[in-house]
C-alpha cells in the first residue's frame, strides 16, 4: 500500500510539472510562406522586386528570398531590418526615433534605421520578424511588410 501511494504522489508530481512548462508561441514555416506570398504580391503592386527575411523568435532565419532583378545588398539590409525589428520588437522606423535620442544604439551590431523591419505580433507577444529591402524607400518597404501582415492576422492569433 505504502509502495502505491508512492507512486501516486510521484506521478501526481509529474503531472504538475508538465502543466507548469512554459509555452511559447513561434512563427511557422507555414506562416512565413504565406506572408511571403503576400509581401510578393504587394512588391508587386508597387512595381519594386525586393528581398525579404522572415526570422522567428530565436532569431533564426524561417524563410529568405530575393527577386529577380533585386539589388545584390538588399538580403543583407532584409536581414539586418528583420534582426533590428526582433530585437526591440518596434518597427526599424520607430528604432530610428529611438536612436535620435539615444545615438550610441547605434553601436549593437547588426542592427539598422532604415524603414522596413516589423516584429510579427501574435497579440502582444513577438514571435518573429521581417525584414524587407529592395523599394526606393525604407517606408514603402514597411508599406508593403504592414499591408502583407494585415492580410494574415488571421494566422497569428
Not at 8 to 17: D, K, M, V
Not at 59 to 82: F, I, P, R, Y
Amino acid at each position: 500500500m505504502k509502495r502505491f501511494i508512492y507512486i501516486l504522489g510521484l506521478l501526481i508530481l509529474s503531472l504538475t510539472s508538465f502543466s507548469n512548462a512554459l509555452v511559447q508561441k513561434n512563427i511557422s514555416l507555414d506562416i512565413a510562406q504565406n506572408l511571403a506570398s503576400e509581401v510578393l504580391k504587394e512588391a508587386k503592386k508597387e512595381k519594386v522586386n525586393i528581398s525579404l527575411v522572415i526570422l522567428d523568435k530565436g532569431g533564426n532565419v524561417v524563410l529568405s528570398m530575393k527577386e529577380d532583378n533585386a539589388a545584390v545588398h538588399t538580403m543583407k539590409t532584409a536581414q539586418k531590418k528583420a534582426f533590428t525589428a526582433l530585437s526591440f520588437g518596434i518597427t526599424t522606423t520607430e528604432f530610428a526615433s529611438r536612436v535620435e535620442k539615444v545615438p550610441n544604439l547605434t553601436q549593437i551590431e547588426n542592427t539598422t534605421t532604415l524603414g522596413g523591419g516589423i516584429p510579427i505580433k501574435a497579440g502582444n507577444e513577438t514571435i518573429g520578424s521581417i525584414g524587407i529591402g529592395g523599394a526606393p524607400s525604407g517606408a514603402i518597404d514597411e508599406k508593403i511588410g504592414s499591408a502583407a501582415l494585415s492580410r494574415i492576422s488571421n494566422l497569428l492569433k
